[in-house]
Structure formats: structure tokens, C-alpha cells
């Protein structure tokens, strides 16, 4: 079993729905969280990085952290066709930054 | 201010060839690490450098190799490449505790 399990899609919303995006994880010692956007051809781009548990904001985008429940989120409010993308979940070990577990990503297409 | 620069963006070789991929950090970065992702997955840690040694290593066999330079540059080096080397292969840096940022890969075929 993978470490990191990320809802598979993909995705399919109208332009300006809600979008909820979540990954589980088996590692505990896993303290820091990440989410990544990767358009076609790209790279992963740094879109959130937490560390407790709690929700964090940044524009439309909400970040939230369950550590109890080794559950996380990332909700995309007013959605928009160029938020079409996969999206990753990834996370972390307090002493090592260099190295992080991915989720599989999710494929979301945001239609006009 | 430059991100992570990758080269060469695409590269096709035969089984059994071995190839070199390049990696530029983010100015200010001083621990690069490298990744594998296959279509359709997450990105696989390679290994990870810093102060020019490997720090740590993820689930890959000796054929894939690395090196840091002064510079902080990096390579990776592959092997005897096997028709599943087929990958995007992601150069990521960072400094400290901070988040890691990502080039746009080297995009390997192996026929």
C-alpha cells in the first residue's frame, strides 16, 4: 500500500464551482504538507505548504490539514478554466525537506 | 530571478545507452534533489544532494547515479537504460526547511 493516496478523478466542474481535492497518509512522522498545480508539460508548481493541522488561505485557495485523521484537502473556490490541471499532494518528514512523498494527482477540467 | 532550469528538455535513446541529465537551482538554493515520474503517477524520489555528497537515496537501483557540483549545479546519470527508464525526469531544489520548487523536466524515451 502506498503512503500517500490521492482521490483519483478526474475531475469534471463547471466554471465557478467548488472543487475539493484529498489525500490520505499512513506516515505519521509526515509534518509537512504540499500541493502542487502541474499543467501539461510542466513541472509541479508550489500552489500550498502547511505544517499543522488547521486550514490556511491564499486567494481561492484553502489548504486544510487533519492530522488526527492523516487526511488533507485543498479547496479551490470559483473555479476557472485555467485551473484546469493535475493536482498532487505531497508531504513530508520534519528533518528532511529534500525529499518528498507525492500522491498520484488528480486531473481536473474546469469548463467555461 | 531564474527557477529551476532543466536541460535537455527532451532526450530519445536505445536500450543499453547510458544518458546525463542537467539541473540548474533556484538562485539561493543550496540541496537539490531529483525525481522520477512516470505517465499517469506522482513523482518517485531519486536521490538527494547536498554540500556535494548524496544525502539520502529512494528505491532505485545503482544505475542511476548523480553528482553536485560547487555551484550547486547537479546531474543525473543513468546507465544501461531499460525500456521502463521511459519517465519525466524533475530536478527540485531548496534552501533550509523551506518548500521544494520544481523545473519542467527532462522528458526521457527509451526505444
Known amino acids: 500500500q502506498k503512503e500517500v493516496e490521492q482521490d483519483p478523478g478526474p475531475l469534471s466542474v463547471p466554471e465557478g464551482a467548488i472543487v475539493s481535492l484529498n489525500c490520505t497518509y499512513s506516515?505519521?512522522?509526515?509534518?509537512?504538507f504540499m500541493w502542487y498545480r502541474q499543467y501539461s508539460r510542466k513541472g509541479p508548481e508550489l500552489l500550498m505548504y502547511?505544517?499543522?493541522?488547521g486550514n490556511k488561505e491564499d486567494g481561492r485557495f484553502t489548504a486544510q490539514v487533519d492530522k488526527s485523521s492523516k487526511y488533507i484537502s485543498l479547496f479551490i473556490r470559483d473555479s476557472q478554466p485555467s485551473d484546469s490541471a493535475t493536482y498532487l499532494c505531497?508531504?513530508?518528514?520534519?528533518?528532511?525537506?529534500?525529499?518528498?512523498?507525492f500522491g498520484d494527482g488528480t486531473t481536473l477540467t474546469v469548463k467555461p | 530571478d531564474a527557477g529551476v532550469t532543466q536541460s535537455p528538455t527532451h532526450l530519445i535513446k536505445t536500450r543499453g545507452q547510458q544518458v546525463t541529465l542537467r539541473c540548474s537551482p533556484k538562485?539561493?538554493?543550496?540541496?537539490v534533489s531529483w525525481y522520477q515520474q512516470a505517465l499517469g503517477q506522482g513523482p518517485q524520489f531519486i536521490f538527494q544532494?547536498?554540500?556535494?555528497?548524496?544525502?539520502q537515496r529512494g528505491n532505485f537501483p545503482d544505475r542511476f547515479s548523480g553528482h553536485q557540483f560547487p555551484n550547486y549545479s547537479s546531474e543525473l546519470n543513468v546507465n544501461a537504460l531499460l525500456l521502463g527508464d521511459s519517465a519525466l525526469y524533475l530536478c527540485?531544489?531548496?534552501?533550509?526547511?523551506?518548500?521544494?520548487?520544481f523545473g519542467d523536466g527532462t522528458r526521457l524515451s527509451i526505444l
Open positions: 538562485s539561493g538554493h543550496d540541496t
Open positions: 506516515n505519521s512522522a509526515f509534518q509537512y
Open positions: 502547511t505544517y499543522s493541522s
Open positions: 527540485a531544489s531548496n534552501q533550509y526547511d523551506q518548500p521544494q520548487h
Open positions: 544532494y547536498y554540500e556535494e555528497e548524496e544525502r
Open positions: 505531497a508531504m513530508r518528514e520534519r528533518t528532511n525537506a529534500g525529499k518528498s512523498t
